[in-house]
């Protein structure tokens, strides 16, 4: 049990800001101290407000520092950790409150009118740790559709919930899992599109560098509820914090028991694959995202999007910002 969590932010934004070696420098300096017994170090995915990164966030007072550099470190450690004092210099002023320092997240303006649905876990947890996600109900959805849900029962609820495409078009996401399932054959996939071609929009990334057990559970969700054992995760290999953070997701989850086969003692098989695209924004449409994933040539004219086929097999493509909005 800790008395402090020190929270910094790993998303692309701050990492690329040098948050790799604040986080670095304030474990070597806690372990300097004889503080590693009561204070610890999680790099989270991204709070969010990037802009004023790298974002370092002190529980419990859940203290809310902005723009901090390696440099400001030492002073973090003595003044907030060893002496309990706000460092008030860094705590992030907001100009709409004229200025004024604002102590935690919750008090921006930016955050006090959001309900975090699909991000609900990001800069919260270590994306690296599944009992994290765990801890914060992660894979209890899944539990309780592989035991307590027929398929049916599951698209109905989804049907029910009104929950609609994020890729765009915003199509009932109920009715396309109900197509996928009445499709009669053996081998069907479910397809998470994370290729995010729109410039600049790094919603998906944020979600897979963030909280990337919440696509896999998602994904297998959906392929209890259709049919399918096996999943593909499309991301682009321009995003490699995102990458290597969804294989260490996807090791952790088979490691215990939730991918492969036989989850959870329930019978039900599912794996899931990434698949790495190389950035073209035409990829992100669907029957060209399966096209490139099978790496062969598929009826891309002929195929809509409840029948598109990935080598010919019924096959359900869903936006990463979909599923992730299921809680
Ligand atoms: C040119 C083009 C690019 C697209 N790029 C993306 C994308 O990057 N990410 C995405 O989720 N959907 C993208 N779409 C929409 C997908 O084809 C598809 O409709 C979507 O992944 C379906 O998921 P949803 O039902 O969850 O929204 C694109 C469509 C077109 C025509
Ligand atoms: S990457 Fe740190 S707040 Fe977005």
């Known amino acids: 049990m800790y008395r402090t969590h020190i929270l910094v932010c790993g998303g692309t934004g701050c990492h690329s800001n040098n948050s790799g070696k604040i986080r670095e420098a304030f474990e070597e300096q806690i372990k300097a101290r004889g503080l590693d017994g009561d204070v610890c170090v999680v790099g989270t995915g991204c709070f969010g407000l990037c802009a004023v990164g790298p974002i370092i966030i002190i529980y419990p007072e859940g203290a809310f520092y902005s723009c901090v550099t390696v440099e400001d470190v030492p002073e973090i450690i003595e003044e907030h950790i060893v002496k309990g004092r706000l460092v008030e210099r860094l705590l992030y002023h907001e100009k709409a409150l004229g200025n004024k320092a604002v102590h935690s997240l919750a008090e921006t303006n930016f955050y006090k009118k959001q309900t975090r649905v699909a991000l609900h876990n990001c800069g919260v947890i270590n994306?690296?740790?599944?009992?994290?996600?765990?801890?914060?109900?992660?894979?209890?959805?899944?539990?309780?559709?592989?035991?307590?849900?027929?398929?049916?029962?599951?698209?109905?609820?989804?049907?029910?919930?009104?929950?609609?495409?994020?890729?765009?078009?915003?199509?009932?996401?109920?009715?396309?899992?109900?197509?996928?399932?009445?499709?009669?054959?053996?081998?069907?996939?479910?397809?998470?599109?994370?290729?995010?071609?729109?410039?600049?929009?790094?919603?998906?990334?944020?979600?897979?560098?963030?909280?990337?057990?919440?696509?896999?559970?998602?994904?297998?969700?959906?392929?209890?509820?259709?049919?399918?054992?096996?999943?593909?995760?499309?991301?682009?290999?321009?995003?490699?914090?995102?990458?290597e953070r969804l294989k260490i997701a996807i090791a952790q989850s088979r490691e215990y028991g939730l991918l492969g086969k036989d989850i959870l003692g329930t019978g039900f098989d599912f794996d899931i694959e990434l698949k790495l695209g190389s950035g073209a924004f035409v990829c992100g449409e669907e029957t060209a995202l399966m096209t490139s994933i099978a790496a062969s040539l598929v009826p891309v004219l002929l195929s809509r999007r409840s029948r598109a086929c990935l080598e010919n097999r019924p096959s359900s493509t869903t936006s990463r910002r979909t599923p992730t909005s299921l809680r």
């Open 127 to 243: 994306p690296e740790k599944i009992d994290e996600y765990i801890a914060r109900d992660g894979y209890q959805a899944l539990i309780k559709c592989l035991t307590e849900y027929e398929p049916q029962q599951i698209i109905d609820i989804v049907s029910a919930s009104g929950l609609r495409g994020r890729g765009g078009a915003g199509f009932p996401t109920g009715r396309k899992w109900q197509f996928a399932k009445n499709q009669v054959n053996d081998t069907k996939y479910v397809c998470c599109n994370a290729d995010e071609g729109d410039p600049g929009a790094f919603m998906d990334r944020s979600v897979l560098e963030g909280d990337p057990h919440a696509v896999l559970e998602a994904m297998t969700i959906a392929g209890y509820a259709i049919g399918s054992h096996q999943g593909y995760i499309y991301v682009r290999a321009e995003y490699p914090i995102a990458v």
